[in-house]
């Protein structure tokens, strides 16, 4: 019997487990690859506070620049005077968020795919996989931190993601120094494409809801001039909504298994992060007040949703009115923000936690943008 079971070894669960090892209690990690990092499925785009909360080295550039390209027409190039992003490598973020956690005693258990849990008598039971043989563990809190396709999520009754974007990315063989985003319905529809840095040269990516996503890839490489570049392809999904209930007994959700997602970009880490430390804290204090019940570990999903939870509902409600525009509206919304002085704005305000905070001032400045938002507006602020 462990005090905290963390089922997925990615950066959130281990940043769970760093904290409730570190108050002392006996954390294990469930992971079902051999190799922690492995398989990679993020471009790594990070705001200065994930570098700032996890104090991580696996940086390889700080960004200040960004042209966003419109399906046609100039792009929108944005230059900011500070670093509004960082590009982590993401294999190595996440081994080193493991090692963190085992130098705070946690036990990391590799090669464990976790089938199921129930409740048993004294706690929770967790079943999984390892070399074969069926096994289990027990905790008295069980945190399933298990990503997009969560299967304590899917296996203990919890509702599922509104919306799952799949996700795709190729490995080119060619450095370059700067982000990119990409627009358009022949491009990514419903979401964005990329290229930006990775240690072993670019990450070519995009996300889109129409199940086409290799079809577009393959079309923007060639577009590109990168398609006899490629080195490897990664796949993965986004899941977008606000979960009604992220607890039970015993038991949490945390991380993209709780769909805590910025609905416009798709990032995970920040959200992620603030809720891990929610999360951890309500642990200590649950084992504290020997609780583990479904009405005290309430109160995490209380405070994530105060901390995150806003600026995920209008995240979605700016992806609904996305999702309504044109190619040719969004022709015309990057033309009507590429000026001086929106540029200004964007520059000095942008914030790719926050980007609802963006709303007001750009709407101030370029009163034209409303029509965009047409019968959604209310939902911006
Ligand atoms: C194409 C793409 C690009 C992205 N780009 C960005 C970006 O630029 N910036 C950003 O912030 N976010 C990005 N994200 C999202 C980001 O990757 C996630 O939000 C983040 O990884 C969430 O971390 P996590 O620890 O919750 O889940 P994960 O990183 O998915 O970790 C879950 C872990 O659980 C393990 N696991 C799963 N099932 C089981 C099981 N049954 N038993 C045991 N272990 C299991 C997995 O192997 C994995 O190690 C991107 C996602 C995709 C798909």
Redesign the pocket.
């Known amino acids: 019997m462990y005090d905290v079971v963390i ?7 281990m940043r769970v487990a760093q904290q409730s090892a570190k108050a002392g209690y006996d954390t294990v990690v ?4 051999n190799i922690i990092g492995t398989p990679m ?6 705001s200065p506070r994930v570098v700032e909360m996890t104090g991580t080295k696996s940086w390889i550039k700080g960004a200040k620049k960004a042209a966003i390209h419109p399906p046609d027409g100039e792009p929108l190039v944005l230059n900011a005077e500070e670093h509004r992003a960082y590009i982590l490598d993401r294999k190595k973020f996440d081994r080193e968020m493991a090692e963190k956690a085992v130098k705070r005693g946690v036990k990391i258990k590799l090669g ?4 199921a849990s129930y409740k048993d008598d004294i706690g929770r039971v967790i079943s ?1 996989k390892n070399q074969g043989n069926e096994r289990e563990i027990s905790g008295k809190v069980i945190v399933g ?7 304590i999520r899917r296996k203990t009754g919890f509702d599922g993601p509104a919306y799952i974007m799949a ?3 190729a490995l080119i063989g060619y450095e370059t120094e700067e982000i990119h985003i990409y627009l358009g319905e022949d491009i990514a529809p419903g979401f964005f494409a990329w290229h930006m840095p990775h240690p072993e040269g670019t990450l070519v ?1 995009l ?1 889109s809801d129409d199940g086409e996503g290799f079809r577009h890839l393959d079309k923007l490489l060639k577009k590109l001039g990168w398609d006899s570049k490629i080195i490897s392809y ?1 796949a ?3 899941p977008l909504g606000r979960l009604k209930r992220t607890v039970d007994d015993g038991l949490m959700l ?4 709780a769909c805590q ?1 910025k609905p416009l970009s ?5 959200t ?1 992060l603030i809720a891990a430390d929610i999360c951890a804290q309500t642990i200590i204090e649950s084992l504290e007040q020997d609780d583990t019940s479904s009405e005290f570990l309430k109160t995490y999903h209380k405070a994530w949703q105060a901390e995150i939870g806003s600026e995920i509902s209008k995240g979605l409600w700016m992806r609904k009115i996305f999702k309504t525009l044109t190619d040719q509206q969004l022709n015309d919304l990057i033309s009507t923000l590429n000026t001086p002085k929106v540029r200004k704005v964007l520059e000095e305000k942008g914030d790719i936690d926050f980007p609802s905070t963006l709303a007001k001032p750009v709407l101030k400045t370029a009163p034209k943008l409303l029509k965009f938002a047409g019968p959604f507006v209310k939902g911006l602020f």
Do not use: K, M
Not at 266 to 270: I, K, N, S, T
């Open positions: 089922v997925g070894g990615g950066p959130i669960g469930l992971e079902e690859h499925q993020c471009a790594g785009l990070v464990c795919r976790v089938t999984f931190a298990d990503g997009p396709n969560s299967v996700g795709l990315q990516g996300a990664y993965g999904t986004i945390v991380g993209d298994a997602v798709g990032g995970g880490l920040y992620g």
